[in-house]
């Protein structure tokens, strides 16, 4: 049963972050609740205010320019992404990512900035965000801070964000020149949260040899976790099939994966060394072309 709050629909960015600091220990914000809505109902969280973001239209935007690179408001939607003609053209596998992200109707309402601020190790965003060298702006009534999304998340739903913050921005360096990206989780139903996810984001030099590697695992850990050791293995080298394997063993031992109801940690390992394998090749084989 959700406990009774109040409800307050600030008009701009700054009468919202007035109201966080106004109730900062007794607040939550909520934008699309798509996630929210669900722990409230578990009892999980309790608060008395809801700071509702929602409609806050200045953070609802995707621009983009050579220089700087990428700017997501917030509050943009998961349709806006998947449906966005300049993520097609300049960051594809954004809006790949989105397809299978939750039904449309929670693509229709949750947002990027409620995704990446509920932390949920087995996001789809966060991993594909992270290989793309993403940052996350936060602002409160002190100023804006920048982190770099690889270093936000700190545990199991929990980032470095303070309880007066809130995520304004995510921005994501333009893509250097012949580089692949992929992504791909595994999961049990269509369109729900994966078991496990392995993006990776490959670029190479003009003979094919890969300069630059990162691969991201999700739900193989309480965070999103970057496999160091597999990139490693992949940067400095022309690839065959036998260091793609490598370097999909190397992530399995970069994971920390842990057993619930959907799999075991042994089976989720299996899964990231097999996705590991084939992400870091696909993303390759688009570089190269
Ligand atoms: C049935 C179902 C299936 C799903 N499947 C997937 C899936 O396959 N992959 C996946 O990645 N996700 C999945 N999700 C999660 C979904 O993507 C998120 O619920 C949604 O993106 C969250 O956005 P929201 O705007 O609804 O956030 P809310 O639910 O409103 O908020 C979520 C959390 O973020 C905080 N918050 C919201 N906005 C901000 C902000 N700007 N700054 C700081 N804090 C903020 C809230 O206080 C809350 O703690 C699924 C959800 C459902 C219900």
């Not at 409230?40 to 983009?64: A, H, S, W």
């Not at 370097?247 to 994966?257: I, K, L, M, V, W």
């Not at 109801?261 to 696909?282: E, G, N, P």
């Amino acid at each position: 049963m959700i406990h009774d709050f109040t409800y307050l629909k600030p008009g701009t960015v700054q009468e919202a972050l007035a109201m966080l600091t106004d109730h900062v220990d007794d607040c939550k914000i909520i934008c699309g609740g798509q996630s929210l809505l669900i722990v409230m109902r578990q009892g999980l969280i309790v608060v008395n205010y809801l700071i509702d973001i929602k409609g806050l239209k200045e953070l609802d935007y995707i621009k983009y320019d050579d220089k700087e690179g990428l700017k997501i408001g917030a509050t943009t939607t998961h349709r806006s992404i998947e449906f966005s003609k300049l993520l097609k053209e300049k960051y594809p596998i954004l809006p790949k990512m989105e397809e299978r992200l939750a039904s449309t109707q929670t693509r229709n309402w949750g947002t990027i900035g409620g995704n990446l601020a509920h932390a949920d190790a087995a996001g789809d965003p966060a991993p594909v965000l992270i290989t793309l060298g993403a940052k996350v702006k936060v602002a409160s009534k002190k100023g804006e801070k920048v982190y770099d999304l690889g270093e936000f998340y700190t545990d199991l739903f929990e980032s470095a964000m303070e309880h007066d913050e809130m995520i304004v921005e995510i921005q994501v360096p333009p893509m250097a020149p012949k580089t692949g990206c992929a992504y791909k989780k595994f999961n049990l139903l269509q369109n729900d949260m994966g078991v496990v996810g392995v993006a990776a984001k490959v670029t190479v030099d003009a003979s094919g040899t890969i300069t630059d590697a990162r691969i991201v695992l999700g739900n193989a850990g309480v965070t999103p976790i970057r496999a160091t050791s597999a990139e490693k293995v992949l940067i400095g080298k022309k690839p065959d099939d036998a260091i793609f394997a490598a370097a999909g063993e190397a992530a399995g031992a970069d994971a920390d994966p842990v057993s619930d109801i959907h799999a075991s940690d042994d089976f989720r390992r299996h899964l990231i060394k097999v996705l590991s394998k084939r992400m870091a090749k696909q993303a390759w084989e688009q570089a190269v072309k």
